[in-house]
């Protein structure tokens, strides 16, 4: 590399509550932070506009299209800045968010789907009502439709960088975004993995399910829907106490049957050794974009299916079993039992290093900064 990308400063601009309510969002970050160091970029996170302002930056990266309204404070200021914006899309395919909307049982969306709201207005006013409470000014910026607020905000930043061919193809046939697109894919690298002869000579469970618990995972539907089969299952994942209500039925479930077990988010590096603690893995998610639980259950050797709502198959293939979420809802033992008859083992994810996407990362920021 030249001596001026030595001197290239990024600055990633996050979710207020990114640092506190850590996710993929955040994790993603840190090991783009992590590689750039390597590379002799410097970089730093912000979690406000009014913290953006305060920074010196060659490149301006905000996450996430499904935060449309707080990322359009940060697009504010860095065009007085002067400074080029790239978005990691991370946006999660509308039909899923539509089925979770109808059929799910978060709380707010029961509230707004009684006053007659469309799923495109709801989550527009779930994201301003938020922010207000956050006591967030950039609740002003949104309208009353969140496919319009997505449209805004992708229509203004330099380049915007999904994760999957099949989320490129959504982008550009929804949007027409006028930036410069990257494909900039997760890595999938899993070390230390059994195989499968070793890993499933004595499993535990009947189904795995990873992810916290929380009505877009849709955990209650699955727990209920094993219940019903006669099926073991074990939930990995933090349980989203946000969601009251749905925790403690969570919770009630857990404690009605020896045959649904829950452990708490586990390090990465013990997830293999908890995955091989069952023969089948589940993702009952509304929506996902491309799940890394998916993926790292399918290096394992797992047989898996997962919610037709994702991007999986860019990862995973095509022939990547999926089910409709809305099954469990509406006959959960029939829907589970078909979807454990689908399941089967898939190619493992090509070995993408996490060096490989930044590589893609720094090709984009160099792209924007040029321009």
């Known amino acids: 590399m030249g001596d001026s990308r030595l001197e290239m400063r990024v600055v990633f601009a996050l979710r207020s509550d990114a640092l506190t309510k850590p996710g993929g969002d955040s994790s993603k970050v840190h090991r783009y932070r992590s590689h750039l160091a390597a590379l002799g970029w410097d970089s730093s996170i912000v979690t406000s506009p009014q913290d953006l302002a305060k920074e010196r930056a060659d490149v301006v990266h905000i996450v996430n299209l499904d935060l449309p ?38 709380s707010f969306y029961k509230s707004t789907r009684r006053l007659l709201l469309s799923a495109d207005q709801a989550v527009a006013a779930r994201e301003r009502i938020k922010l207000f409470r956050a006591k967030n000014p950039s609740w ?36 027409r975004p006028p930036g410069q697109c990257s494909v900039v894919r997760n890595g999938f690298t899993f070390g230390g993995l059994k195989t499968a002869e070793e890993a499933f000579a004595d499993p535990t469970f009947d189904v795995i399910s990873v992810g916290r618990i929380e009505p877009r995972k849709n955990s209650v539907a699955l727990a209920r829907a094993a219940l019903q089969l006669g099926v073991t299952v074990k939930f990995v994942g933090a349980l989203n106490t946000k969601h009251r209500a749905y925790a403690m039925e969570f919770e009630r479930l857990v404690e009605s049957s020896s045959a649904i077990v829950h452990q708490p988010a586990v390090p990465q590096d013990e997830l293999p050794k908890i995955l091989a603690q069952a023969t089948t893995y589940v993702n009952p998610a509304w929506f996902e974009v491309v799940s890394q639980a998916d993926a790292e259950a399918a290096t394992l050797g797992l047989k898996i299916v997962t919610t037709k709502h994702s991007y999986i198959q860019d990862a995973l293939g095509p022939s990547t079993p999926v089910f409709d979420p809305t099954d469990l809802i509406a006959t959960p033992a029939d829907a589970l039992a078909a979807a454990l008859g689908k399941a089967t083992t898939v190619s493992p994810p090509a070995p993408i290093q996490w060096s490989d996407a930044v590589a893609d990362l720094v090709r984009a920021y160099e792209g924007i900064v040029r321009r």
């Open 140 to 175: 002003r910026l949104g309208g009353s439709s969140f496919f319009r607020n997505q449209h805004r905000l992708i229509g203004s930043v330099d380049a915007y960088l999904p994760m999957a061919e099949g989320e490129r193809l959504d982008l550009e046939r929804l949007f």
């Open 69 to 106: 309204i707080e990322n359009s404070g940060y697009v504010r200021v860095a065009n007085r800045m002067g400074a080029p914006i790239a978005l990691s899309t991370i946006r999660h395919p509308f039909d899923g968010v539509e089925a979770m909307y109808h059929h799910g049982a978060d």
